[in-house]
């Protein structure tokens, strides 16, 4: 079963807007991690939060971890049609580095 | 461009065929991962690499799954007598200490 699952499964915006994903998972991790996957191409990495921090940003992304609620969410901000995309947390429980991956929130952000 | 590359990029087989891929990561990284994707779903893990060391196998891996990293640089999964339900994008993806993971552009198995 997956590790991580994303919420919700699409997402349709006007550029200019907020979007915002969200990842669970089910066991004590190390750290969660974003990727974003344009269709038909290979993954990107977006960004790294450990499993001590709370709230992580960079540019237009602010991540914020729930270890309590075994949760995570993204946020990008000012969206473009650019940030069309997959959107995927991963995550590997503590003492492995088998990531697991969701199943992905797919992002489209109408120009 | 990450740096990691894979080779073929497409490979078209018949049905019991054996197919190898390769992967280049990037040369100081030391951990390496192969992943498996179809349409519509995150990538899922095969395997993992620390150097030469094969750490981590998923039971999804069949015995007619085998990975290798000799000498802890470039990889190779090879999958033998292969079946329709192969037909995926295969992934690798290297990182350094288990951080963030560089992705290469994978190779497109189409088992016909």
């Known amino acids: 079963s997956q590790q991580g699952e994303e919420d919700p499964q699409a997402l349709s915006i006007q550029e200019g807007e907020n979007a915002t994903m969200n990842c669970s998972y089910k066991?004590?991790?190390?750290?969660l991690q974003w990727y974003r996957q344009n269709s038909g191409r290979g993954l990107v990495h977006l960004i790294l939060i450990r499993s001590n921090e709370r709230e992580k940003h960079s540019g237009r992304l602010r991540v914020t971890l729930d270890t309590s609620k075994k949760s995570s969410s993204l946020l990008i901000t000012a969206s473009r049609a650019a940030d069309t995309a997959s959107y995927f947390c991963?995550?590997?429980?503590?003492?492995?580095?088998?990531?697991?991956f969701g199943t992905g929130t797919r992002l489209k952000v109408l120009a | 461009d990450t740096g990691v590359s894979q080779d073929p990029r497409h490979k078209i087989t018949k049905r019991g065929q054996n197919v190898t891929f390769r992967c280049d990561p990037i040369s100081e990284h030391n951990r390496l991962y192969w992943y498996r994707q179809t349409l519509g779903q995150g990538p899922e893990f095969l395997t993992y690499f620390q150097n030469e060391a094969q750490l981590e196998k998923s039971r999804l891996l069949s015995d007619r799954f085998s990975a290798e990293r000799p000498k802890g640089s470039f990889s190779t999964l090879e999958i033998q007598r292969t079946e329709q339900g192969d037909s995926a994008m295969y992934l690798c993806?290297?990182?350094?200490?288990?951080?963030?993971?560089?992705f290469g552009p994978g190779t497109r198995l189409t088992v016909t």
């Open positions: 991963a995550t590997a429980a503590e003492g492995t580095y088998k990531y697991i």
């Open positions: 993806a290297s990182s350094l200490y288990g951080d963030e993971q560089y």
């Open positions: 066991t004590s991790i190390n750290n």
